[in-house]
């Protein structure tokens, strides 16, 4: 199921940053670095990567990185800081989240207690103006409020989360406040509209028994009590699953990554290279697009500069942001049977196809690609390939068209 989702807000920090952060030399030294890239737990052959949540040490290395003494750090700015920091907003810190958004916010300037007072400001006006946005482009009969069955399905799925009051719209104030990047609203939208595409191909209810062959498998995998019919709560639940982010096992020098791309991705990455210096190598092996772009883009630029390969095997697939994510790869390789998948994305309803060549939200992938050495004309080919709901398999032309892989592959030799 390849997923591409353009994140609506946040531009003040969804800034487009090559962030030489290894050769650092402002004020987040590299002793705030070292600290905790030097607590390598004793390494298993393969094991997960080691998830730390120490919440207190991250809002304590992220007031020191800002110049800020311990003691003069209000509860009122730690509460701000913190809802800052926690990217994806679930109520803890791990050191590598809040070093992910410290990287990002030195973009700005220098980190002082006045500027990042200052950011923390800019940062809330530009999202709520970034919302409101977003909401207009909805908004198609500008009637002030987003009528559910007015959208286009998938869509429409995944705001009904919304409709705060079940009135069948979804007004500003209902809107406002709701961050529409919320995995468990995503979850529940996904799994609505897949549960009607099964409801509409099969029938209610949606029985494995006397369903199309091709089905069978993909139905089996969501039915998760094995009674041979798959509910509506079994589809969401497999869709939260997915969407809950990509995961990295270690294993000697590579780390297999499995799962969707999200705002835990960069925090994710940045935990890898410094707790397994070793690791050499992200091997892609499951990755069916993002769900935030912006965070996509930003993980893949961590990739590049830390001079990590990636590698797709012969089962392994990615599509849409897996792509881009591949694209970061020092050295590029796959074996052959490896599957690449593309297709458009869209600002909420609307596809990348229709905003104008000149229109602003194309350079956060036009940038990326030129950073990574990956020509223009493949962006433009990917939003044309296939709508946001489709895909496109890509061929073994387009893979030496686009200069996919640093790496010969061994099936075109």
Request: hydrophobic content about 40%; charged content about 25%.
């Amino acid at each position: 199921m390849p997923i591409r989702s353009r994140g609506p807000y946040g531009s003040a920090v969804a800034a487009i940053l090559p962030i030489p952060f290894l050769n650092r030399t402002g004020s987040c030294s590299e002793a705030c670095v070292n600290r905790t890239r030097h607590a390598t737990p004793p390494r298993a052959e393969t094991r997960p990567m080691k998830q730390q949540r120490l919440s207190a040490f991250a809002l304590l290395l992220a007031a020191s990185c800002a110049g800020v003494p311990v003691d003069e750090f209000s509860h009122s700015d730690s509460n701000h800081l913190f809802d800052l920091l926690d990217s994806n907003r679930d109520g803890s810190l791990s050191p590598f989240e809040a070093l992910d958004a410290l990287l990002v916010i030195s973009e700005e300037g220098e980190l002082t207690r006045d500027n990042l007072g200052a950011f923390l400001s800019s940062y809330a006006e530009e999202e709520l103006a970034d919302r409101r946005d977003f909401f207009d482009i909805c908004d198609s009969d500008l009637d002030g409020s987003l009528a559910v069955d007015e959208l286009p399905d998938d869509f429409a799925s995944m705001m009904l989360g919304l409709d705060a009051n079940g009135d069948g719209t979804i007004s500003w104030s209902e809107f406002r406040l709701t961050n529409i990047q919320n995995s468990e609203m995503m979850a529940r939208g996904e799994g609505a509209g897949l549960y009607a595409e099964f409801v509409e191909e099969i029938g209610s209810p949606v029985k494995l028994e006397g369903s199309p062959l091709e089905l069978i498998e993909e139905l089996r995998m969501f039915d998760l009590d094995g009674d041979g019919i798959v509910t509506q709560q079994e589809t969401v639940h497999v869709i939260r699953e997915e969407l809950a982010g990509a995961t990295f096992e270690i294993t000697g020098d590579s780390a297999i990554m499995r799962g969707v791309i999200n705002v835990t991705t960069p925090p994710r990455v940045l935990e890898l290279a410094f707790m397994n210096p070793e690791i050499q190598t992200i091997v892609l092996v499951n990755s069916p697009g993002s769900i935030d772009d912006v965070a996509c883009t930003r993980a893949g630029r961590y990739i590049r500069q830390l001079g990590l390969n990636t590698h797709v095997p012969a089962n392994g697939e990615v599509a849409s942001g897996g792509v881009d994510l591949f694209l970061s790869g020092n050295n590029r390789s796959a074996e052959p049977g490896a599957l690449f998948g593309i297709h458009s994305w869209a600002r909420g309803p609307v596809p990348a196809t229709e905003l104008p060549k000149d229109h602003e939200d194309h350079l956060l992938y036009l940038s990326y690609y030129e950073e990574m050495g990956i020509p223009a004309k493949f962006y433009w080919r990917s939003i044309a390939s296939a709508p946001p709901e489709g895909i496109h398999w890509m061929t073994e032309e387009e893979f030496e068209l686009f200069d996919f892989f640093t790496d010969e592959r061994s099936d075109l030799e």
